[in-house]
């Protein structure tokens, strides 16, 4: 049996608020300390021969992907962007804590909407064609796809499920990275591997739960 080699990433560090304030999601670049986390994975994944570099087409990923792999054509898939989040302003107050902090928990709803905007059916919809066009495509071996951590969860639940299905408790710290191999069947060999805290000693919030104190700091 064959099977091929897909390390998947999540684009580094950003910041999506300025003092509580929401910025635009689609403009944010990596912040400086996403910047060095990007460079520890690159100097992980250093001198591994990617046969394609797969992003979204927001910034975040195309920036990541350069440092990862500077030589590489980048192939930007505006499918694989990020699941599109609403507008805060218009979440109830009341509820705005349980929007952030449960997003990404347990098997998440096909009807759940991501902070009040795109529904993970919507996503999964648009992110699992992507992937079978990838594996029906047999002219690459080795691939790196910088995406995001709704993508990644929604690609890494396909590959332990073989269904649809999001698994919101699977991490994905920024610029981790993932590998997987498939063929016929999926193999998952490692999972939200980071370069700069392999221990993850740093912390124990999920992803959701960070972004809610930088929206509102405690």
Not at 57 to 66: F, G, S, V
């Amino acid at each position: 049996m064959t099977r091929r080699r897909i390390y998947l990433m999540r684009h580094g560090r950003v910041a999506y608020f300025d003092q509580g304030r929401p910025l635009p999601q689609h403009d944010v670049p990596l912040t400086p300390a996403g910047r060095e986390e990007v460079g520890s994975a690159a100097a992980v994944l250093d001198g591994i021969a990617f046969d394609r570099v797969i992003t979204s087409d927001l910034p975040r990923t195309i920036e990541t992907a350069r440092i990862v792999a500077p030589e590489a054509e980048l192939e930007s898939w505006p499918e694989l962007r990020e699941i599109e989040s609403g507008r805060l302003a218009d979440i109830p107050e009341e509820e705005l804590e349980r929007t952030f902090v449960e997003a990404w928990r347990d098997v998440v709803p096909e009807e759940a909407r991501f902070l009040g905007g795109e529904s993970v059916g919507s996503l999964l919809d648009r992110v699992i064609p992507a992937v079978d066009r990838l594996r029906a495509d047999t002219d690459w071996d080795v691939l790196l796809a910088v995406l995001h951590g709704g993508v990644n969860r929604a690609i890494l639940s396909y590959a332990l499920t073989g269904g649809r299905a999001l698994l919101g408790n699977i991490e994905q710290a920024p610029a981790c990275i993932n590998v997987l191999d498939v063929g016929d069947d999926w193999v998952v060999r490692a999972v939200n591997i980071t370069p700069t805290d392999l221990a993850h000693r740093a912390g124990r919030l999920r992803t959701m739960e960070e972004l809610w104190t930088e929206f509102r700091p405690p």
